[in-house]
């Protein structure tokens, strides 16, 4: 009986421990939003977030630097094409899918319409950072030995095929891996494909969860 009891105290100070021990949640909130405007009624909103890792500073501005750089590309872009006399509207803005102290998780989304066009076009962009580091890290980081296997040019191919969406009648399969990625609040790895990149533009955006968690 005093070994059992010996034993379950063991294991609570090990539990204990472990999670004294274990990283917090960055904290994410909604920076300043940035309005930009042209005298043509072009407008450019971006809602980016603020993050910050608790004492860890140099991986703070690392993550930050990704969204002040991505806010001065769609800054350019906008000034590009209200110069050349096009009416736009754009947006910009972010998900967090993942937050767990170790990874963070975010989708960059927006959509951009021309004036008197047919439809906007919209998108998603997975990226994730290590929370130590402050790094985007690709997903061949992320990757599990065991699941290497599911994770080859014919696997994922072959969930895209036998998922859920109506694919573009010339789609014939990826010829290179996928980059664009997240991780949803499971440590899930999805790939994410644009409007027309295999699909048409009536099915939207797709998501195909490869149902693999990362390490």
């Not at 010996?6 to 274990?22: M, Y």
């Not at 501005?61 to 750089?69: D, G, P, S, T, V």
């Not at 664009?180 to 644009?194: A, R, S």
Request: with cysteine; glycine share 6%; charged share 25%.
């Amino acid at each position: 009986m005093m070994k059992e009891k010996l034993a379950a105290a063991l294991c609570a100070a090990l539990l204990v421990g472990s999670l004294s021990f274990a990283a917090a949640p960055a904290t994410v909130q909604d920076a300043q939003k940035a309005v930009y405007t042209k005298p043509n009624g072009s407008t450019l909103t971006i809602q980016y977030p603020a993050v910050s890792v608790a004492g860890n500073a140099a991986a703070s501005q690392k993550i930050a630097q990704y969204f002040i750089e991505e806010q001065a590309k769609a800054k350019a872009f906008f000034d590009k094409e209200s110069m050349e006399g096009m009416k736009m509207t754009e947006e910009k803005s972010y998900v967090v899918t993942l937050n767990d102290g170790k990874y963070l998780s975010f989708i960059d989304q927006g959509y951009i319409y021309f004036d008197k066009a047919a439809h906007p076009t919209s998108w998603k962009h997975g990226v994730t950072f290590d929370l130590e580091t402050g790094e985007r890290l690709d997903w061949q980081d992320l990757v599990r030995p065991e699941d290497a296997e599911f994770f080859t040019l014919d696997r994922i191919n072959a969930k895209i095929f036998l998922s859920k969406y109506q694919l573009s009648t010339y789609f014939e399969g990826l010829t290179e891996l996928p980059k664009n990625y997240y991780l949803d609040e499971n440590k899930v790895i999805h790939f994410i494909f644009g409007q027309y990149e295999i699909a048409p533009y009536s099915t939207g955006i797709v998501d195909i969860s490869m149902g693999k968690k990362a390490k």
